[in-house]
C-alpha cells in the first residue's frame, strides 16, 4: 500500500465494476474520487448547436448527484468542480499529495486530447498515472484481432469475438471501510463540495413530457433499478427481440442506454443479469438478443478505436464522396419535426420534448435527412448529439455514418419512411400522440395526410398547412428514383 490516489471520474459514473476505483482501493490508503464539469461539454459545436442540451445536462448533473451520495453513504466523499480537468487535475494531485491519477479511457477524438492534456500536466508535476479500459463489454485486450486489424463489417467480427473472446469478470464495488477518506480539509474553495449547475438553472429543471417513454433519472441508483425493473420485477427480456423495434411505453426495449453512456451502469453487469436470468428463468432468442446489441455498441467504440476522427467528416470511414447539401431551412424543417411526413414528425417531437427516440425512430429520421433531403448527415449527427439523453460519441456518430452509407457495414439502402411508418406503427397510435392535430384521422391519413382531399380535411377538422404542415417533399418521388 502507498499514499493517496484520485480516482478522476468521467463517464463510469458508478461504484460497482469500476476498475479505476478498484485498482486504486487496492492500492492506495487513501483515494480522492473527483468529477470536473468541463465547460467545453456544455459550448456550442461547429454546426452551431450546443454539444450538451438540457436533458443530458440533468441527466448528467443527476449522475453526478448519486455518485456523490454514494460515496457519502459509504463515509468518502465526490470532490466536484467545474473546470477544465488538465487544469484542475495536477493541481488537486500537488494539494492533497496524490502519486497517482487513476482514470478510464474514452476512444473519441476531444476525450482523448483531454486525456492528453491531462497527462502532460500530471508529468510536468511528476505525478503517476493510470489508465484503464471499462467502456465495453468485452475489453479491449481481450480481443482476438488487433483493433487495427478489425473488420469494418460487424458479422464478421461478431463472430470471432462470440467464439475465442470471453467477458471478463465485474469487479467488487469497494467495501464501505475501503472509501472512508476525508482528504477535504484545508480545500480552499467555500463550498468545495458543491455541484454546480453547468446550465442556466432552469434547464436542469425536471420537465417530463407525460408521453415520454421513461422518466430518465440519472445515476447508478437508478441504473440498477431499472436493470431490476426491466429484467426481473417486469419479466420483460424474455420477450425482447419480439418488442424490441417497438415505438410505445417503457418496456419494448431495456432503455439501459442512458445509464450506460454515462457508465452509471457497466455493460458487465447488464451481461452478468442476463446470464444469471438465463440460468434462472429461461434462456432463448430474446436473452441473446440483448447481449448481440451490446456488440453493436462495442463494435462502434472499438471502431472508433480504429478509426478515430475520420468518423467526423462529411466522407465518412470510407471515404465515400456524395454531394451533400447544405439547406438551413430544411434542416431546421427536419429538426423541429415539422416536414410534413408523420413519422419523421412524431419522431423528431419526441426527441424534442423528451431527449429520447427509439432506435427504429433513429434510423427512420436519419435516413431521411440522409437520403430524401440529401442534408449533411453530420448535421443530424450533430442535432441528436445535442438533445439525446443517452448520447454516445461512438454509437451515435458511429450508426449515423452507417445510416449516410459512409460508415460501417457499407450500407448503401434506405429506409421507406412511409412503409416503416406504416408496418411499425400501423394503427398510428404513436403518429397520434406525438402529432395531436392529426388526432381524429384514421390510420391510413394519419400516415400520409396529403392523400386527403380539402373536403375529408374539413370533415375531419384538419387542414394541411395549418394545423399540420404540407409535406416539404415529395416522398414517393424520392424513393421511386432512389429505388431505380
Ligand atoms: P435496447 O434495444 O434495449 O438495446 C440495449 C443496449 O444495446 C442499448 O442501451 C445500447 O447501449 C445498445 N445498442 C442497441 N442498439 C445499438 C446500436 N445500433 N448501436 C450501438 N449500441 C446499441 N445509442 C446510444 O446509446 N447513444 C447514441 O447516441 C445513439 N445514437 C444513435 C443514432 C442513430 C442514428 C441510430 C440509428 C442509433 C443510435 N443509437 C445510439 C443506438 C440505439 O438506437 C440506442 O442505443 C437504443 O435505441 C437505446 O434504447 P435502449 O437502451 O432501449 O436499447
Given at each position: ?22 485498482r ?28 450538451t ?10 449522475s ?83 483493433i ?26 469497494p467495501?464501505?471501510?475501503d ?13 468545495p ?33 431499472r436493470?431490476?425493473e ?26 439501459f ?5 454515462l ?44 478509426h ?54 433513429r ?32 454509437s ?14 457499407s450500407?448503401?439502402?434506405?429506409f421507406?419512411?412511409l412503409?416503416q ?6 394503427d ?18 394519419c ?38
Open positions: 500500500m502507498s499514499d493517496a490516489a484520485i480516482v478522476w471520474f468521467r463517464t463510469d459514473l458508478r461504484l460497482h465494476d469500476n476498475e479505476a476505483l478498484a486504486a482501493v487496492d492500492t492506495h490508503d487513501e483515494v480522492l474520487p473527483v468529477y470536473c464539469f468541463d465547460p467545453r461539454e456544455f459550448d456550442t459545436t461547429m454546426f452551431e448547436l450546443r454539444k442540451g438540457p436533458y443530458r445536462t440533468r441527466f448528467l448533473v443527476e453526478v448527484r448519486d455518485l456523490k451520495r454514494s460515496f457519502r453513504e459509504h463515509g468518502g466523499d465526490l470532490l466536484v468542480r467545474r473546470g477544465l480537468p488538465e487544469e484542475l487535475l495536477p493541481g488537486l494531485a500537488n494539494e492533497y499529495g496524490a502519486e497517482t491519477v487513476y482514470y478510464q479511457t474514452t476512444p473519441s477524438t476531444e476525450e482523448r486530447a483531454v486525456e492528453s492534456a491531462v497527462i502532460d500536466g500530471l508529468d510536468q508535476r511528476g505525478v503517476d498515472h493510470h489508465r484503464v479500459w471499462g467502456k465495453t463489454l468485452y475489453h479491449i485486450d481481450d480481443l482476438p484481432v488487433e487495427d486489424r478489425i473488420d469494418d463489417t460487424f458479422t464478421p467480427w461478431r463472430k470471432t469475438v462470440e467464439n475465442e473472446a470471453t467477458v471478463r469478470e465485474t469487479f467488487e464495488k467495501a464501505p471501510n472509501l472512508a477518506v476525508t482528504l477535504f480539509e484545508g480545500d480552499s474553495e467555500p463550498d463540495t458543491a455541484i454546480p449547475t453547468p446550465l442556466e438553472s432552469d434547464d436542469t429543471e425536471r420537465a417530463p413530457d407525460d408521453r415520454a417513454v421513461l422518466d430518465f433519472e440519472g445515476g447508478e441508483t437508478a441504473g440498477l433499478q436493470l431490476d426491466y429484467v426481473w420485477e417486469g419479466d420483460h427480456l424474455r420477450e425482447y427481440k419480439a418488442t424490441r423495434n417497438g415505438l410505445l411505453g417503457p418496456d419494448y426495449s431495456s432503455k442506454s442512458p445509464w450506460l453512456a457508465g452509471c451502469l457497466s455493460p458487465r453487469r447488464v451481461h452478468e443479469t442476463v446470464e444469471r436470468y438465463e440460468h434462472e428463468r429461461v434462456a432463448n432468442e430474446s436473452t441473446y438478443w440483448l447481449v448481440f446489441e451490446l456488440l453493436w455498441r462495442d463494435y462502434m467504440t472499438f471502431q472508433f478505436e480504429k478515430g476522427a475520420a468518423f467526423f467528416t462529411p466522407t465518412g470511414i470510407r471515404g465515400v464522396e456524395k454531394n451533400w447539401r447544405r439547406d438551413e431551412t430544411a434542416f431546421e424543417r427536419w429538426a423541429a419535426g415539422e416536414t410534413g411526413i408523420p413519422f419523421v414528425d412524431a419522431n423528431m417531437r419526441e426527441l424534442n420534448r423528451t431527449g429520447y427516440m427509439s432506435n427504429r425512430g434510423q427512420n429520421v436519419a435516413s431521411f435527412l440522409a437520403d430524401v433531403l440529401e442534408l449533411d448527415w453530420r448535421l443530424g449527427a450533430a442535432y441528436f448529439e445535442s438533445r439525446l439523453v443517452d448520447y454516445d460519441v461512438c451515435n456518430w458511429g450508426n449515423w455514418a452507417y445510416q449516410a452509407g459512409v460508415g460501417n457495414d450500407r448503401d439502402g434506405y421507406h419512411v412503409g411508418g406504416k408496418r411499425y406503427d400501423s398510428a397510435e404513436y403518429i397520434r400522440r406525438w402529432l395531436p392535430a392529426l388526432g381524429g384521422l384514421p390510420a391510413d391519413a400516415h400520409e395526410p396529403w392523400q386527403l382531399s380539402d373536403g375529408q380535411q374539413e370533415m375531419y377538422g384538419v387542414e394541411l398547412g395549418e394545423e399540420y404542415p404540407e409535406p416539404m417533399v415529395d416522398v414517393e418521388a424520392v424513393y421511386e428514383r432512389l429505388a431505380k
